[in-house]
């Protein structure tokens, strides 16, 4: 079972008829909701990269306050260049965490899973105690190690699906909206659940409160072991493993070594999963790239460590062969190593 945000109806409304861009619907919208709740949460983004970057845009078409936050070196450099997405030209305002002087209600994380430990300190300084975080990262991994930071008790699971973006430095362009998936872990529709739906509904995000959510990063997980390494190694968009029946082997291989260990940590992944994985698949924009091989492309670090370095890990923990992300780890490691 799962509860939709309202923004889901509202933002599929606006898609159909006006495509993307600012709001108005939206905006409308949010105006009422905040007069009649007279409530605006503090927000605040760590993280702008692609998917900070996404979310901050939906945030400033409806009009609601959000912040990115930021060390000195990255904040000139943000400041210094223009932030596009779909040919929009945005003015975000960045601080340190320093600058910070009020608690922030809500800290999203969308850095990149080997920067999450650099970023641990302004995390730290800038919750309160009433902050809510929610990590938007990639893998299975990143709520414990914010918890251990900030405390668990501040931490809501979530993650994001349905992104099709393409990043060129601080330009973006997508055509799905993306979605961030959230939960409490014990699958209560808790107070700050509610509160978090309001929010998402206000800034115009698409969003989903789950009672699951532990299963569907699982899945997600699974599906990002899946297309983000195959699709670095063989260098192909999505429309690739929609229409190739090798490359869609290829990725289905790397997933099914994730499903044999999900029972040994606790969580069922089914054949329903791998098809909703691949119905999610074939529903994004084929010329899109996964960000595993856009980091590849721009010659950035990946993540193989998050997806094939925790399926090795986790292999030989439990005892469970795991050859296919063995040789992707190889292989997606060489190719940073002749970019390096």
Same mark, same amino acid.
């Given at each position: ?80 260049e223009p932030t596009v997405v779909n040919g929009r030209t945005y003015a975000f305002p960045f601080v340190t965490a320093q600058e910070v002087t009020e608690r922030p209600d809500v800290i999203f994380v969308a850095v990149k899973a080997y920067d999450l430990e650099t970023v641990l300190p302004d995390l730290k300084a ?6 809510? @975080? ?70 115009? @995000? ?113 005892? @469970?062969?795991?050859? @296919? ?16």
């Amino acid at each position: 079972m799962y509860r939709e945000s309202r923004t889901v109806l509202l933002l599929i409304k606006w898609d159909n008829h006006e495509g993307a861009g600012f709001n108005p619907v939206t905006a409308t919208m949010n105006a009422r909701t905040r007069e009649r709740w007279n409530m605006t949460e503090k927000v605040l983004m760590l993280g702008f990269g692609a998917v900070g970057i996404t979310f901050a845009s939906q945030f400033a078409d409806a009009g609601y306050p959000i912040t990115i936050l930021c060390d000195d070196a990255r904040k000139r450099r943000y400041a210094a260049e223009p932030t596009v997405v779909n040919g929009r030209t945005y003015a975000f305002p960045f601080v340190t965490a320093q600058e910070v002087t009020e608690r922030p209600d809500v800290i999203f994380v969308a850095v990149k899973a080997y920067d999450l430990e650099t970023v641990l300190p302004d995390l730290k300084a800038v919750t309160g105690p009433e902050t809510t @975080v929610l990590s938007l990262l990639n893998g299975i991994s990143s709520e414990e190690i914010i918890g251990r930071a900030v405390g668990p008790e501040k931490v809501v699971p979530a993650f994001v699906t349905h992104m099709d973006s393409n990043r060129d430095g601080r330009s973006l362009a997508y055509t799905s909206s993306a979605r961030i998936v959230y939960g409490e872990a014990d699958g209560s529709h808790s107070e700050r659940i509610r509160r978090l739906e309001r929010l998402f509904l206000e800034a115009g @995000v698409v969003a989903l409160a789950v009672d699951d959510v532990r299963k569907r990063q699982w899945a997600k997980f699974m599906f990002n072991v899946g297309i983000n390494q195959v699709g670095a190694v063989v260098g192909g968009p999505y429309g690739t493993f929609q229409s190739c029946p090798e490359a869609r082997s290829a990725l289905l291989d790397a997933m099914a070594e994730v499903v044999a260990l999900a029972p040994h940590c606790g969580v069922d992944l089914t054949d329903g999963d791998v098809e909703e994985a691949l119905l999610m698949l074939d529903s994004l924009d084929g010329e899109g790239k996964n960000s595993m091989l856009q980091d590849r492309e721009a010659g950035r670090k990946t993540e193989v460590d998050l997806f094939a370095g925790e399926v090795c890990r986790l292999g030989e923990r439990f005892g @469970v062969p795991t050859p @296919v992300n063995a040789l992707l780890f190889k292989m997606i490691r060489t190719l940073e190593w002749q970019h390096r």
